[in-house]
């Protein structure tokens, strides 16, 4: 037990002496005063041998309760391009204690740590973590895809499969990408319209054959002269 003074070291309790040991010349007074009180010795010395320790103990075993590992919760999400015809599959995992994680995507079963663009692991706010790798993929493509969890509250890697047969029976969001598509290329049409209207270009003229410049000079010159 220390006790402070005015930012200084005033007095603190020596467990082994079972005294008060003084910090400064101002503490002498404070210090005889204290040591003279048996009760006080007795309560102090009782407080910091007993009391003090099962408290301490019994918030330690709090602590151990409120940080104990979670498990992850995770699940893959798809954001297709309306233009190039490709899609963003992310993986979304929250809920999980500690901080350290292992996700990685895979390609029919076989990891893809290079193409896995990673977006870090951050707080969620309420003592637990949060990450959401991504990768590109083509939409044409006939590979399966898993997005692979590793922690330490799970006995095995969480695996959780992208459904391709649930965006491509979506009439929506195909619906969505044609008219995107058709969008963008209207767009592009009346953009190159607009700069040819705009910046027309003239013809250069054709360069005319030598000869045919003679002929037509001596032609007007042998035109007759008609009688009046």
Partial sequence: ??????????????????????????AQVTQRRWDENKTL???????L????????????????????????????SDRPSSWDGRTTLSCQVHGFYPKDMAVVWL??????????????V??????????????????????????????????????????????????AMIVGIVMGAVLVTAMAGAAVFFLTEQSPVERAPRPRDPAEEEREQHSNVLQPISNS
């Fill in 1 to 26: 037990m220390q006790l402070g003074y005015d930012r200084g070291d005033f007095i603190s309790y020596d467990l082994g002496m079972h005294t008060w040991i003084v910090g400064t010349t101002q």
């Fill in 41 to 47: 010795l007795q309560d102090t010395r009782a407080y």
């Fill in 49 to 76: 041998e007993e009391t003090c320790i099962a408290w301490l103990r019994q918030y330690l075993q709090h602590g151990e309760a409120a940080l104990q590992s979670k498990r992850p919760v995770a699940q893959v």
């Fill in 107 to 120: 390609q029919n079963r076989e990891a893809q740590p290079q193409e896995t663009s990673r977006s870090g």
């Fill in 122 to 171: 951050l707080p969620s706010g309420d003592g637990t973590y949060q990450t959401w790798p991504t990768i590109e993929i083509h939409l044409s493509s006939n590979h399966s895809y898993t997005c692979s969890v590793e922690h330490v509250s799970l006995g095995a890697a969480l695996r959780v499969a992208w459904d391709k047969g649930r965006m491509e029976s979506d009439p």
